[in-house]
């Protein structure tokens, strides 16, 4: 069996990141400020990612059990949900899962299973500094990992 092509995308404030795995292996990710400028944005990246990765599956984070993004964030996160599916692509919404004790933390865990990322891993910041902007590469790469752990039990678990 080939090893399913995942695509994972999450969006925070001000910026959408992209990780791509193809079986347990991260090929590609990216931070991109033009996706979280609207919705509309959004799902034109999306597209230009979707052509040039050719992914078998989309994952996103639920944008109804995501409390802490806002009414925008939640829009650009739909509107990336339904390019897959207007590409006929297999569409996994994901609550997010907090396993470790911050971001941080869970960052330094993918980083030390998928090396090629870590020079990306975001500095702890003070609580009066501007969140990393790198820490939706790792958000994203949490919910590709997700599906890849599940395996296509969980796959198809996750699709209901």
């Known amino acids: 069996m080939a090893d399913h ?3 994972a995308v999450a969006a925070a404030s001000g910026r959408v990141g992209y990780a791509f795995l193809v079986g347990d292996k991260l090929r590609d990710w990216h931070v991109s400020y033009t996706a979280a400028k609207s919705p ?3 799902a034109e990246e ?3 990612w979707i ?3 050719k992914p078998d599956v989309v994952v996103t984070e639920k944008a109804a059990e995501a409390a802490r993004k806002g009414k925008k964030t939640k829009a650009i996160i ?3 949900a ?3 599916e207007h590409n006929y692509l ?3 919404s994901v609550a997010r899962v907090h396993d470790y004790a911050n971001k941080y933390e869970e960052a330094a865990a993918l980083a030390a299973q998928y090396p090629a990322i870590e020079p990306w891993l975001p500095k702890k910041r003070r609580f009066f500094d501007n969140e990393p902007r790198n820490t ?3 958000e994203a790469l949490s919910f590709a990992d997700t599906i890849r752990r599940g395996g296509s039990i969980g796959l198809a678990a996750m699709m209901g």
């Open 40 to 42: 509309t944005k959004a």
């Open 46 to 48: 999306a597209q230009k």
């Open 51 to 53: 052509n040039r990765l």
């Open 90 to 92: 297999l569409n996994v």
């Open 5 to 7: 092509r995942i695509l």
């Open 78 to 80: 739909g509107a990336i």
């Open 136 to 138: 939706v590469l790792f």
């Open 82 to 84: 339904r390019t897959a």
